[in-house]
DNA sequence: AGATTATATTCATCATGATGAATAGATTAT
DNA sequence: ATAATCTATTCATCATGATGAATATAATCT
């Protein structure tokens, strides 16, 4: 008998899912949110060694969850649909958790993209005004 | 430095799609859906072990996703909090994938639920109507 | 009480995949 | 060309957890 819910129609989504049950690889996501990062960024943002963030972009990547823009030395990372940050924040509404987005330049990260934002560092806490979003 | 984006707060999320990333537990969320069914129901209608089943719903338990009501030799799961639905078509709806939720009847379950509402697989095909949802 | 049915649990096995360490590749600077 | 920097990949290890088999528990029925 054919079930409108059928394991083939389960298994991609899972897979999607399987991929998202790893922290740090939320931690990217969300480091990432609306904008771009470099490998670089995210290693100073989030504190992890750089092999360790290159796995876990792989990882992402063959998920096709991101997508990548090469600029010189560096590799800008950036998600393939917004729309994951929808789930993610979903699933935080769920366990009544807040999921917050943002791009923050990093004083450790020497990319382009913060060195041009630096300035914002001067501020006594320079996050508090940049959450872009809370769901 | 401290972070909006701190991974003790991305860990408790990227468990619960842990617990998400294996089909059958996706099928069995949707098998449930807005309604009520007891093990030997999933069993017939995903044709899983009982088993099998019984692991699962363990796990989802254990999540927080489903609660429990017994009556007599029967027990029913029903979704703790039905956005988990949400959080499946949102998932789907990123892998252009839909998402059908139902309960439908099966033949081979001699569960109370089944049994009064039985007469529909008298129609040829009874699912096609029964679809409740889709996102 | 014993039998039957529905569900839960325990145990062992096995595969998968996350992580760390080391290294390779790619690009730019000197 | 060499060095320096940024990123990717490979390899080995290890822990986790999914599954199957068997059994235990719970409730009802005769």
């Not at 480091?31 to 360790?52: D, K, N, P, S, T």
């Not at 789930?87 to 791009?103: E, H, N, P, S, T």
């Amino acid at each position: 008998m054919m079930n409108i819910i059928s394991h083939t129609a389960t298994v991609p989504i899972s897979a999607l899912f399987q991929t998202l049950g790893v922290a740090p690889r939320l931690e990217i996501l969300l480091a990432i949110g609306a904008g771009e990062a470099c490998v670089c960024h995210l290693e100073a943002a989030l504190g992890y060694r750089q092999a360790f963030i290159s796995q876990h972009l792989m990882a992402l990547r063959e998920a096709n969850l991101l997508e990548t823009r090469r600029e010189g030395r560096f590799v800008y990372y950036r998600l393939a649909d917004r729309r994951i940050l929808d789930v993610l924040a979903q699933a935080g509404a769920l366990l009544g958790q807040a999921v917050a987005v943002q791009f923050s330049p990093v004083a450790a990260c020497e990319c382009p993209n913060c060195a041009t934002t630096k300035v914002a560092r001067l501020c006594p806490d320079p996050l508090i005004g940049e959450q872009e979003r809370v769901a």
